[in-house]
Nanobody, 117 residues
């Protein structure tokens, strides 16, 4: 059973930055074979995909709402995927999760991001 552990969330003012991390307990080979995504679930809303990165890290894609502000990256040697979030807005407030692009793993506990002055 692969475990996903997200970290790095917190309370930040509008315009601020945070860097999220997600560590997977999968085998290094298994992790490196899968495209990974960051998802978020705002209060009272459904979970949505915000960023995705291919298995080797060469290609990324973003939801329009975060394009130009968020950057996804990965380190396959560490079984870790990252999300650099800049110019944060109150509407970015959500619990952030990672998973493969096909939701292969059980969801982790997520990490809370709150953007508020």
């Amino acid at each position: 059973q692969v475990q996903l552990v997200e970290s790095g969330g917190g309370l930040v003012q509008p315009g601020g930055s945070l860097r999220l991390s997600c560590a997977a307990s999968a085998s290094r080979i298994g992790f490196s074979r899968n495209a990974m995504g960051w998802y978020r679930q705002p209060p009272g809303k459904q979970r949505e995909l915000v960023a995705i990165i291919t298995s080797g890290g060469a290609t990324t894609d973003y939801a329009d709402s975060v394009k130009g502000r968020f950057t996804i990256s990965r380190d396959n040697a560490k079984n870790t995927v990252y999300l650099q979030m800049n110019s944060l807005k109150p509407e970015d407030t959500a619990v952030y999760y990672c998973n493969t692009n096909t939701i292969l793993y059980t969801w982790g506990q997520g990490t809370q991001v709150t953007v508020s002055s």
